[in-house]
């Protein structure tokens, strides 16, 4: 147990919707970065936030977007959705902003019909 | 344009051997290299790390090996045991200098398995 949690484990919608994957760091990190695993793919870095303000950004689509609140949670919203984006989508967090090792959560399950 | 390759998908390995696995890179600007264990729904975990100034870096039954001249990084697990088998991610990272993340570049990973 890394102590990351990710709320929901498994989530089905339609296209067109909207959707939000939250996750909870360990206790004392202050940064969440998220990721998206699609099949067959290593992950893919999306966004990271570092004690409520973005810090870097990846290959993140303009349909998606996140906000870290004041009690370090963190919330991926994706709209628009696309049957493409069904993927694996990961946080991780860390101590610090500028820290190479991330602890990650198990991971939401999106499936897009 | 994938800047981490794993070229191998899969590894299957008779317990008590040597499992070797292999990453490339092509960005000669990362600076730190990572491997992570996945087992089936779980999130990736942590297993060892080697900075680009170094060549090797030892923890336990695991030592990772970087050849910077040929962006080459290497995973050896000796000996393998069964619990071993897992999918294992390479990850490379530089920093971005003035905003202070670590950005991790994922391999696709290479699904180990040790048999018993």
């Known amino acids: 147990d890394s102590g990351v949690t990710q709320t929901p484990k498994h989530l089905i919608t339609a296209t067109g919707q909207r959707v939000t994957l939250r996750c909870s760091p360990r206790?004392?990190?202050?940064?969440v970065y998220w990721y998206q695993q699609s099949l067959d793919q290593g992950l893919q870095f999306l966004i990271q936030?570092?004690?409520?303000?973005?810090?870097a950004k990846g290959n993140i689509l303009e349909r998606f977007s996140a906000q870290q609140f004041p009690d370090l949670h963190s919330e991926l919203n994706l709209s628009s959705l696309e049957l493409g984006d069904s993927a694996l989508y990961f946080c991780?967090?860390?101590?610090?902003?500028?820290?190479?090792?991330?602890?990650f959560g198990p991971g939401t399950r999106l499936t897009v019909t | 344009d994938q800047q981490v390759k794993q070229n191998s998908p899969s590894l299957s390995v008779q317990e008590g051997r040597i499992s070797i696995l292999n990453c490339d890179y092509t960005?000669?600007?990362?600076?730190?290299f990572l491997w992570y264990k996945k087992y089936p729904a779980e999130g990736p975990t942590f297993l060892i790390s080697?900075?680009?100034?170094?060549d090797k870096n030892e923890d336990g039954r695991f030592t990772v090996f970087l050849n910077k001249s040929a962006k080459h990084l290497s995973l050896h697990i000796v000996p393998s045991q069964p619990g071993d088998s897992a999918v294992y991610f390479c990850?490379?990272?530089?920093?971005?200098?003035?905003?202070?993340?670590?950005?991790?570049?994922f391999g696709k990973g290479t699904k180990l398995s040790v048999i018993p």
């Open positions: 080697i900075s680009s100034i170094k």
């Open positions: 990850a490379a990272s530089l920093v971005y200098s003035g905003a202070g993340s670590y950005q991790l570049t």
């Open positions: 991780a967090s860390s101590v610090s902003g500028g820290s190479y090792e991330q602890y």
């Open positions: 960005n000669s600007m990362f600076d730190y």
């Open positions: 936030y570092y004690n409520g303000e973005e810090r």
């Open positions: 206790s004392g990190d202050l940064s």
